[in-house]
T-cell receptor
């Protein structure tokens, strides 16, 4: 059974204070690790897909990295508008396209 | 690209009535769509996988007769909550994945989510 654990559950940062979110996973035959951003009352917004260990992707202040056991979402010099819940999900080789989500990290960036 | 819409965004209904939620992929065709349910401050829970032209596959514990799913075309899937009760109140979200043949910049393994539908049953 695929499993995803995200930490911390909540993270409070000052504007400009860089940090990282962690996503640990166990999966049978990784077919993709996905990062989403979710604002309150809205559906998840796609950020990144990572497929193999060593892969990195960047978008504005966000950078996602992947190892064989975990993924990190690095946030550089965050702004208040980066405040959201960040969700990590994996797709395993036997999941028939289904995603297994972590519980999410609630990020709050104070001005 | 990869826009998924849902309608309605919010619905309030009386106990015992049925509610239909539509999920549309606006700029790509989706042979597979997914329906999720999300409770406050919790993560997404997959309810079912909707396949165009065939029966949906439901997750364990999800009542098939309660949550009817129809995927009549490559751009539309519907979720009908039948005889809704207050415990069915939740945030329902759909997602869709572009097919392998779509090419372009869209990730074929990536699920793109709709904005969600807030259902309140009185």
């Amino acid at each position: 059974e695929d499993q995803v654990t995200q930490s911390p559950e909540a993270l409070r940062l000052q504007e400009g204070e860089s940090s990282s979110l962690n996503c640990s996973y166990t999966v049978s035959g990784l077919r993709g690790l996905f990062w989403y951003r979710q604002d309150p009352g809205k559906g998840p917004e796609f950020l990144f897909t990572l497929y193999s260990a060593g892969e990195e992707k960047e978008k504005e202040r966000l950078k996602a990295t992947l190892t064989k056991k975990e993924s990190f979402l690095h946030i550089t010099a965050p702004k208040p508008e980066d405040s959201a819940t960040y969700l990590c999900a994996v797709r395993g080789g036997t999941s028939y396209g289904k995603l297994t989500f972590g519980q999410g990290t609630i990020l709050t960036v104070h001005p | 690209g990869a826009v998924v819409s849902q309608h309605p965004s919010r619905v309030i209904c009386k106990s015992g009535t049925s509610v239909k939620i539509e999920c549309r992929s606006l700029d790509f065709q989706a042979t597979t769509m997914f329906w999720y349910r999300q409770f406050p401050k919790q993560s997404l829970m997959l309810m079912a996988t909707s396949n165009e032209g065939s029966k949906a596959t439901y997750e364990q514990g999800v009542e098939k007769d309660k949550f009817l799913i129809n995927h009549a075309s490559l751009t539309l899937s519907t979720l009908t909550v039948t005889s809704a009760h207050p415990e069915d109140s939740s945030f329902y979200i759909c997602s869709a994945s572009p097919p392998f043949s779509s090419g372009g910049a869209l990730g074929t393994d990536t699920q793109y989510f709709g904005p969600g539908t807030r259902l309140t049953v009185l």
